[in-house]
């Protein structure tokens, strides 16, 4: 059963607080995210609980360690989608400037030191704003796809929440699945540009002040 388009906001938004740092907030709110990924549709929501109940599982250190050591050392596992089509190259900083305008066209203005194209970020808009947010993830699903079979092959507990994130998406074309072949086979460009795409989570702010 394909998620409605209320089911789809509410996996979103799941769905990028769990691909946050594990810190105390996101632990505190395991019993509400549980409750959310409960009411979903199965496809959508059962692949989340194997990372609800790791978080109930493992020490708070643990699960910092494991989350630095996936998301902010691995470039496999990178959340940064627009790393994936473009590598550190000019055409990823027009893609990043994208990313921008979309979201300030929706009045929502990022930092300039913050990076748009953090999944969590992309998540998080898309929940709110479901039209723009569902095309930017339709395009770079190869992005999403990769990043998921990396976790997936890693047997990392982060794997299901992209499991997760797929089940919100149309079925990959014949040129999405070409995309991610030759991403998988050549990987992203090398021209370097003095872009960070490895920092810490960068988090959408709201409308009207910052949150945190």
Same mark, same amino acid.
Do not use: I
């Given at each position: 059963?394909?998620?409605?388009?209320?089911?789809?906001? @509410?996996?979103?938004?799941?769905?990028?607080?769990? %691909?946050?740092?594990?810190?105390?907030? *996101?632990? /505190?709110?395991? !019993? $509400?995210?549980?409750?959310?990924?409960? @009411?979903?549709?199965?496809?959508?929501?059962?692949? %989340?609980?194997?990372l609800l109940?790791? *978080?109930? /599982?493992?020490? !708070? $250190?643990?699960?910092?360690?494991?989350?630095?050591?996936?998301?902010?050392?691995?470039?496999?596992?990178?959340?940064?989608?627009?790393y994936f089509l473009y590598g550190d190259t000019?055409?990823?900083?027009?893609?990043?400037?994208?990313?921008?305008?979309?979201?300030?066209?929706?009045?929502?203005?990022?930092?300039?030191?913050?990076?748009?194209?953090?999944l969590a970020v992309l998540l998080e808009f898309a929940a709110a704003h479901a039209e723009a947010g569902h095309r930017l993830l339709v395009e770079y699903r190869a992005g999403v796809e990769l990043m998921r079979l990396g976790l997936r092959d890693a047997e990392s507990p982060w794997a299901g929440v992209l499991d997760s994130v797929g089940a919100t998406l149309p079925p990959m074309h014949g040129s999405?699945?070409?995309?991610v072949i030759r991403l998988i086979a050549e990987g992203p460009a090398e021209e370097e540009v003095g872009l960070e795409p490895f920092a810490p989570p960068a988090y959408m702010p709201e409308p009207r002040g910052g949150r945190r």
């Open positions: 059963m394909s998620p409605n388009a209320a089911e789809r906001s @509410a996996a979103w938004q799941v769905q990028s607080l769990l %691909l946050g740092y594990p810190d105390q907030t *996101l632990l /505190d709110r395991r !019993p $509400l995210l549980r409750q959310a990924a409960d @009411a979903l549709p199965k496809a959508v929501g059962a692949p %989340l609980r194997p109940n790791h *978080l109930d /599982d493992t020490a !708070p $250190l643990t699960l910092a360690t494991e989350y630095v050591d996936t998301f902010d050392h691995r470039k496999r596992f990178s959340p940064y989608l627009t000019r055409k990823r900083g027009m893609a990043l400037l994208r990313f921008k305008q979309v979201y300030r066209a929706a009045g929502l203005v990022l930092a300039d030191e913050e990076l748009p194209d953090h999405d699945r070409d995309a």
